[in-house]
């Protein structure tokens, strides 16, 4: 794998660094005045600089095609332009195409397209190189002017990210308004080893395991360890601390007969240990444990049942503390070790949604006793044998948005509704239950050379379109990675999960058909294989 150069870093002193931070806290202390502001009134005048972000370890980032279009998927927030108080600065580091910005105007509920436009307004800083976008911003100081002077008022200002890190604090600064996300100095706690910590203080079941974890050494002695806890355990998984959408993951599978003691034991460990399955198709052994070196991670045990699923639950810890569920979903998992992730449903089985939520809040009132504000999810497992009832273990944390952010977002941006925590589904404005299969990764060579404009035909031609009268239908998301990468996210919304899925192979089939492409993705097959299990 190449590694990703990402320029010189910013030296600073201690003074310096500890001077940012109480700015920094200053800044957050009018959060929760905001808050109450925007509740008070759709009104209430405000502001909103949305910088879409991925601030992760660039050469894990470097693992995802088409990742600097992924600063389109925030674009659902956009939604906030519904009130007529809200104002938008949205700040990129390629330019979105003027098509892709009015295909999402005009689609707002209740707000004319042209008013939403006045309120909204797109910088771009020109440079696509792997580095966050925050610190390019940052390093720009003409146009952080330039943002400031444009949303005036600071105590009417706030910063959204996708994550957080210390540029997005930074940022906060330069900026002098308050980030509405994750305090930098809190990172941790979604860490995979900061996650298993914060499950066992929640009191919410995990899988045995092993965090903070950094040598090969160390690695060896949680493998051996792990298996004399769970005799017989037939596989392990490692995670990298940073990793996401499990491209950080690798699985090992114990070695039959392993010695009981000793060397012969670890040294059996290790022969396994150099012959890992990867979730990223062009992960190396060497480069694999250099990042586990730097970042560290978790070892645990690979929960296995007659019958897996891989469900999640998001919540919103709020500026004052309090907790707010948002949504449940099903992922869709594949790559080389079915860790990676592919897409999602919307809701959760019925199975286990309630638990799942109940869950979930736990988890977000642990973390909210330290400070946390932050959407968040977490990541579950949900597992039974034959004659047994469902087990639900948590798996990590994500203290961000994440892949099943965005088109929950384009749920509420579409048909203004709300889910009904009682139950965990979800009420469109005129009292219909909604459900949606969504992806980022509908990826086809075919599709390649696609501009907007000519995606914007094929809608036309089609009709595919979202159908405000019904309020379902389909709408895309990471437009721009269609010429360059053959990739687009779409969000399927039906009143039915059938009727969602229907969605989903008819813009499949269209797609297919314009471009002349002729094999399916994963997620497709993977729909295909679970269809026959909808309930």
Not at 218 to 243: F, H, M, T, Y
Not at 321 to 340: A, D, K, R
Not at 413 to 420: D, K, R, W, Y
Request: glycine share 8%; proline share 6%.
């Amino acid at each position: 794998m190449p590694h990703v150069k990402t320029g010189p870093v910013q030296v600073e002193t201690p003074e310096e660094i500890a001077r940012e931070i109480a700015t920094f806290d200053e800044l957050q202390s009018k959060l929760r005045r905001q808050w109450e502001g925007i509740r008070s009134s759709p009104h209430w005048e405000h502001t909103s600089v949305v910088v879409p972000s991925i601030s992760f370890d660039q050469e894990e980032l470097s693992k995802i095609a088409g990742v600097p279009y992924y600063e389109e998927r925030l674009l659902f927030t956009l939604m906030r332009l519904r009130h007529p108080g809200a104002h938008v600065i949205y700040v990129t580091g390629r330019p979105v195409h003027p098509e892709i910005v009015d295909y999402y105007l005009q689609l707002l509920v209740g707000v004319p397209a042209s008013h939403a436009r006045k309120r909204v307004a797109f910088f771009c800083v020109q440079d696509a190189s792997p580095q966050p976008l925050s610190r390019k911003i940052w390093e720009r100081p003409r146009l952080v002017a330039r943002i400031r002077k444009l949303f005036g008022d600071p105590d009417r200002a706030y910063l959204t990210c996708f994550n957080s890190s210390v540029w997005e604090r930074k940022l906060a600064v330069a900026l002098g308004i308050p980030l509405n996300g994750l305090d930098p100095s809190l990172v941790h706690l979604g860490t995979k080893s900061g996650s298993r910590e914060t499950f066992r203080a929640a009191g919410v079941p995990c899988p045995a395991g092993f965090e903070h974890l950094h040598t090969k050494d160390e690695i060896l002695e949680a493998l051996s360890e792990l298996e004399k806890q769970r005799p017989g355990l037939r596989r392990a998984v490692l995670k990298l601390n940073d990793g996401f959408s499990g491209e950080g993951n690798a699985l090992l599978t114990y070695p039959k007969d392993l010695p009981k003691s000793g060397k012969a034991r670890l040294d059996a460990l290790g022969e396994a240990l150099a012959d890992l399955e990867w979730s990223a198709e062009e992960e190396t052994t060497a480069w694999y444990f250099r990042k586990f070196g730097e970042m560290g991670g978790v070892v645990e045990e690979f929960v296995e049942a007659r019958e897996v699923r891989s469900p999640s639950a998001q919540v919103r810890i709020r500026p004052d503390g309090s907790c707010e569920l948002l949504s449940t979903h099903e992922q869709l998992l594949g790559g080389q070790t079915g860790q990676v992730y592919l897409g999602c449903r919307f809701p959760a089985k019925d199975d286990y949604r309630l638990a799942l939520q109940r869950a979930a809040l736990q988890v977000a009132e642990t973390l909210a006793a330290q400070g946390v504000v932050s959407r968040l999810a977490v990541d579950f497992l949900a597992v039974r044998d034959p004659g047994e009832e469902w087990r639900i273990y948590a798996i990590e944390i994500n203290l961000r948005m994440g892949g099943t952010t965005h088109p929950f977002m384009a749920l509420q941006f579409l048909t203004g509704g709300e889910l009904v925590p009682e139950d965990g589904l979800f009420l469109s404005r005129y009292g219909q239950h909604k459900y949606y299969v969504a992806t980022d990764g509908l990826v086809s060579p075919s599709y390649r050379g696609l501009l907007p404009e000519d995606l914007m035909e094929i809608l036309s031609k089609h009709g595919l379109h979202y159908q405000p009268s019904t309020e379902t239908g389909v709408l895309f998301h990471m437009i721009g990675a269609l010429s360059e990468f053959g990739k687009v996210g779409v969000t399927c919304l039906g009143n039915s999960p059938e009727e969602a899925e229907q969605f989903y192979r008819w813009t499949v089939e269209v797609l297919d058909q314009e471009t002349g492409a002729q094999k399916r993705g994963q997620m497709q097959t993977m729909l295909d294989q679970s269809l026959p299990h909808m309930e």
